[in-house]
């Protein structure tokens, strides 16, 4: 059976016992307490915590779900039989459908029926934290026949929660033999028993005054690797003999180093499913993430002198495998495209001066490192893999130290440089090498917020910011609108911007928390991570009788509208399916 029809098997079989089929959500997930989305519970969160309806929402109490996950944690384990960054999470949920029983009764039919696999052994949760050994378990495990089963503890079998708090519970796992004789667990079944207002952390530390509740709505969340189950039906001793991964390692030079190979394809489908999720590459938080992905790969193509158009085979191939099952991946075949080859022209100028730096440095440690990253972008994965033993005892925590020193710095260096007012919220889209530059970027940011209120007030208020970028020549705005704009739209947000910049309004900053900031009504994307204080940009007259634009926003600006200069409109064009792209400027 092929990797998309064991997929396929499994919501068949799920939709079939009374489950509605939900398509995967985002790898960016909407809880702001958490980057990445980790398992296929995340976008079900609500619906357990009693602050959604599975029956509103599905028209059942059973859903099932192939979801995209993505697990930083495991990046330097790639390359092996088992790791992988990006995968795919098949799961059955239930809000209050069944429990224990049906939850493993379902998934043994699964197994040993459907996929006619043999269960090596299981676990359950042996008890502590105050919530008893998991009997019940136990009992419906026997009654199927299961002998082996083993207990563990908290660390093994109990799930959650996810991000700053959420559902938890006991679980029970199933394990299978693998082709080489070992035994890989397989589906991790999750019994959401209980609410915990606190993280994962202090759960297991016990930390005084938090307890876990009874949950508003118990349930059960199973989470199935689907490479993983894969590998295993398919009677194969790594993840990468699969189908799902053999045609696209194919693609990748033979001669090159096994583990390389398999890295390679691992990142480029990482870096695929993130960018169709709207990541761009930065040196932040997700984007950051991207951006590392990106660049080993990259580094990969200069030392082994891989031509660029295996990479574009690649992502071609990934789009074609995954791109009807994620639709989002499929619409954005494009912009993927794009978005790699402009991270790899950004990479390249200092790329090779890197790798050459390494070469003549005799050992690298973590200051050597974060230098080497300070000066050309290669990241902590590229130093290992081009230095090798003179890099031997560089390790991620110190290399992680130096960088969060460092960004300490800066960030007090920006207050200082911005008077004091300082970046409260550094959307890392303006940089500037000195004074100058950094006048010029302001006066084109402050032109990016008349821009998109211009938009709004010309197109409609559906028109909303996908992604900007400031450079000392010009702003480059994407947004969220259907088709192209005529030569009369664009004339009129250019008067409208121009006319705004005429009256001279007043940009005023208000530092607030993150709700009072929302029922001011300003702008912001749904999904970035904010502070829970945050800045909101107005401009518009001193009394604000008159509100031009309002939004969230880290700064710098113009302090008067007059400052920005001449606004003129560039281009138009479309940036990807549903989403416009502007290049404007500003004249002295
Ligand atoms: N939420 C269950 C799992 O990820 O294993």
């Avoid at 676990?123 to 050994?133: C, D, L, N």
């Avoid at 993280?199 to 530390?205: C, G, K, P, V």
Wanted: aromatic share 10%; with cysteine.
């Amino acid at each position: 059976m092929k990797g998309s029809e064991i997929r396929q098997k499994f919501l068949d079989f799920f939709a079939k016992n009374g489950h509605t089929m939900v398509p995967s959500s985002s790898l960016l997930p909407d809880d702001p307490s958490v980057l990445l989305t980790t398992a296929g519970m995340q976008q079900f969160k609500p619906y357990y915590t009693g602050a959604a309806d599975a029956m509103r929402d599905f028209q059942a109490l059973n859903t099932t779900s192939s979801q995209k996950c993505f697990r930083t944690s495991d990046i330097d384990e790639v390359g092996d039989d088992t790791h992988l960054t990006f995968f795919e999470m098949l799961g059955n949920f239930s809000f209050g459908g069944y429990l224990k029983e049906g939850a493993i009764r379902l998934a043994h039919e699964f197994i040993t029926r459907e996929l006619d696999l043999k269960i090596s052994y299981v676990t359950i949760f042996e008890g502590s934290h105050g919530v008893p050994k998991d009997d019940e378990s136990r009992a419906v495990w026997q009654s199927l026949d299961i002998k082996d089963i083993r207990e563990e503890g908290i660390n093994d079998v109990f799930w959650g929660p996810t991000g700053a708090s959420g559902p938890c519970g006991p679980t029970t796992e199933i394990y299978c033999t693998n082709a080489n004789g070992k035994d890989v667990e397989v589906w991790n079944l999750v019994f959401n028993q209980f609410f915990y207002a606190g993280s994962r952390e202090e759960l297991l530390a016990q930390t005084p005054g938090k307890a876990l509740e009874p949950l508003k709505t118990p349930g059960v969340d199973t989470g199935m690797g689907l490479e993983r189950l894969v590998m295993i039906a398919q009677k194969k001793r790594n993840l990468f003999e699969t189908d799902l991964f053999a045609p696209f390692v194919e693609l990748v030079p033979h001669e090159l180093d096994e583990r390389v190979r398999r890295v390679i394809v691992d990142h480029i489908r990482g870096s695929a499913f993130l960018i169709a999720d709207g990541v761009r590459p930065s040196n932040k938080e997700v984007g950051y993430v991207l951006r590392r992905l990106l660049r080993r790969v990259f580094a990969f193509e200069e030392l082994y002198k891989m031509p660029v158009h295996i990479i574009d085979a690649l992502l071609h191939d990934i789009v074609h495998e995954y791109g009807e099952t994620y639709k989002d991946l499929g619409a954005k075949a494009d912009t993927v495209r794009a978005e790699v080859t402009a991270e790899r022209e950004r990479f390249m100028r200092t790329l090779k001066s890197g790798i050459k730096e390494i070469n003549n440095l005799p050992t690298i440690d973590a200051i050597v490192a974060f230098n080497l990253y300070q000066s050309f972008g290669i990241s902590y994965e590229i130093i290992k893999d081009v230095a090798k033993e003179k890099a031997a005892s560089l390790v991620r925590e110190d290399f992680e130290a130096e960088l969060q020193k460092h960004q300490e710095k800066s960030r007090q260096g920006a207050e200082k440089k911005f008077g004091g007012h300082g970046l409260m919220f550094d959307t890392g889209e303006l940089k500037a090498k000195d004074a100058t530059e950094l006048q010029k970027v302001t006066r084109l940011h402050s032109a990016t917020h008349l821009l998109q209120a211009s938009l709004r007030k010309v197109l409609g208020a559906d028109v909303h910011q996908m992604g900007s970028d400031i450079t000392v020549e010009r702003t480059r705005f994407d947004f969220a609108f259907g088709r192209k704009m005529t030569q009369d739209e664009l004339k009129a947000v250019e008067d409208l911007i121009n006319s705004a910049i005429e009256k001279d309004y007043t940009v005023t900053k208000k530092l607030l928390p993150f709700d009072d900031a929302v029922k001011t009504g300003a702008l912001y994307f749904f999904k970035e991570k904010y502070p829970e204080t945050v800045n909101v940009y107005t401009f518009g007259t001193p009394d604000e009788s008159e509100v031009f634009s309002r939004e969230f926003c880290g700064g710098p600006h113009v302090t008067h509208t007059r400052e920005i200069g001449k606004f003129r409109i560039l281009k138009e064009e479309a940036s990807s399916a549903g989403v416009r792209r502007i290049r404007a400027t500003i004249e002295p």
